[in-house]
């Protein structure tokens, strides 16, 4: 019988088990590389979107305003990766829990959930009808008003306009000279700004939902919308954000008497500051207090004005308020009477313009926080505006003391 060699036994056992050991590590390499693979394409894509917004807005203001990482992923070419690795590992990159925890989305900002009352709860009880009270429609001045509406697809819209306007015809002689009358024009710059709002919602929500749910968010987040607009074009300050009536209109103020009201003979004196030649088609703009002021004032126990409101006619629709004949508008956000502030205008709707880049969008996003249970609802639209000419718009100011 031949000698049995151990030692050549337990070498060669020892080789295969460090033949196998190499084989798991490559194969652990292999694997952890592909993850981080996964991960830096993940940073990259982040960080050159971000570099690309960055640089859009430097070349448009000169500066930057805006926190790291703080635009959330569009589209699903960076969100898909993220959930597969999610998937492979049960971790969430770095990334996305920056993106998650950015101060401009609100830290503390809820997801609507079944298991708060107050945060979802309330739509999927035992029995629920399959319809939601609404709130009353808010509506958008300017859409009502009939502003000017301009569509582009460009960041920044140049229109011209009429600097020096045409003055009257000259009487002139038989066979003397013509009298010369060339206008003069100007420009106004438009640029587009992004307007955004982020939603979540639990997984259970949304399939326990019976009451159209997602409709009826799409139409609230519509008539956010419409307030926005409503806000910008009004009492937008032109800087960062779209120009409002009330910055761009006459800065030739009328200056009422008081500091907290107006006096009866003093409306008339800001309407016709307005040349005739924009009155015909002007409209009133001032916060809702201020109207109820003006419809409450008497002189003499008598009304001083057709005290008309918004009224329901036979085919259901709302007849617009009038005040002295001339549609009345409201925003929440135009100063009300108080020293030195501009609480009420009078102007042309036709002389201004809201450029729209884009419609009310929604992209809805299953993945970024699937490791929540939540689905992810993204809106944005993108808008700017403009008073183009300033003496189509008159101010009235209060007292300054």
């Given at each position: 019988m031949d000698e049995i060699n151990y030692e050549e036994i337990v070498s060669k056992a020892l080789e295969a088990f460090d033949k196998r050991d190499a084989e798991r590590k490559a194969v652990a390499d292999e694997v952890e590389a592909a993850d981080k693979k996964i991960r830096d394409e993940i940073r990259e894509e982040v960080l050159a979107e971000h570099e690309a917004n960055t640089e859009a807005w430097r070349n448009r203001k000169g500066q930057l305003s805006v926190s790291k990482l703080s635009n959330p992923l569009e589209g699903d070419h960076t969100a898909s990766k993220a959930f597969m690795y999610w998937m492979r590992t049960g971790e969430v990159v770095e990334e996305m829990k920056a993106l998650e925890s950015n101060e401009s989305w609100g830290p503390s900002a809820k997801a609507l959930q079944e298991g708060d009352a107050a945060e979802g709860g309330y739509l999927v009880p035992d029995d629920v009808r399959n319809q939601i009270v609404q709130k009353r429609d808010e509506q958008s001045w300017p859409r009502e008003a009939g502003v000017q509406v301009l569509g582009t697809s460009r960041d920044v819209?140049?229109?011209?306009?009429?600097?020096?306007?045409?003055?009257?015809?000259?009487?002139?002689?038989?066979?003397?000279?013509?009298?010369?009358?060339?206008?003069?024009?100007?420009?106004?710059?438009?640029?587009?700004?992004?307007?955004?709002?982020?939603?979540?919602?639990?997984?259970?929500?949304?399939?326990?939902?019976?009451?159209?749910?997602?409709?009826?968010?799409?139409?609230?987040?519509?008539?956010?919308?419409?307030?926005?607009?409503?806000?910008?074009?009004?009492?937008?300050?032109?800087?960062?954000?779209?120009?409002?009536?009330?910055?761009?209109?006459?800065?030739?103020?009328?200056?009422?008497?008081?500091?907290?009201?107006?006096?009866?003979?003093?409306?008339?004196?800001?309407?016709?500051?307005?040349?005739h030649g924009y009155r015909k088609n002007a409209i009133w703009?001032?916060?809702?207090?201020?109207?109820?002021?003006?419809?409450?004032?008497?002189?003499?126990?008598?009304?001083?004005?057709?005290?008309?409101?918004?009224?329901?006619?036979?085919?259901?629709?709302?007849?617009?308020?009038?005040?002295?004949?001339?549609?009345?508008?409201?925003?929440?956000?135009?100063?009300?009477?108080?020293?030195?502030?501009?609480?009420?205008?009078?102007?042309?709707?036709?002389?201004?313009?809201?450029?729209?880049?884009?419609?009310?969008?929604?992209?809805?996003?299953?993945?970024?926080?699937?490791?929540?249970?939540?689905?992810?609802?993204?809106?944005?639209?993108?808008?700017?505006?403009?008073?183009?000419?300033?003496?189509?718009?008159?101010?009235?100011?209060?007292?300054?003391?």
């Open positions: 819209v140049k229109v011209p306009v009429e600097a020096t306007a045409f003055a009257e015809f000259s009487v002139t002689a038989e066979e003397a000279a013509y009298t010369t009358n060339d206008p003069a024009f100007g420009q106004e710059s438009i640029t587009i700004y992004k307007f955004t709002k982020l939603t979540k919602l639990s997984d259970e929500l949304l399939d326990d939902d019976a009451c159209n749910l997602e409709g009826f968010i799409s139409q609230r987040v519509g008539d956010a919308w419409g307030l926005t607009e409503s806000h910008y074009c009004a009492t937008g300050t032109g800087s960062s954000q779209p120009e409002g009536v009330f910055v761009g209109g006459d800065t030739d103020a009328v200056t009422f008497t008081c500091t907290g009201d107006m006096l009866a003979a003093e409306i008339p004196e800001l309407m016709y500051s307005l040349k703009l001032c916060d809702p207090q201020t109207e109820y002021k003006l419809r409450a004032m008497r002189d003499a126990n008598a009304w001083t004005f057709d005290p008309g409101v918004r009224t329901i006619t036979k085919d259901g629709s709302v007849a617009i308020a009038t005040f002295y004949g001339r549609p009345m508008f409201n925003d929440d956000n135009i100063a009300t009477m108080a020293a030195g502030t501009n609480s009420i205008a009078f102007g042309d709707p036709a002389y201004y313009l809201l450029v729209e880049r884009q419609g009310l969008r929604m992209r809805r996003n299953p993945y970024l926080y699937m490791a929540n249970g939540q689905v992810g609802f993204f809106w944005d639209v993108r808008f700017g505006g403009v008073v183009l000419m300033e003496e189509a718009w008159k101010l009235g100011q209060m007292a300054a003391s």
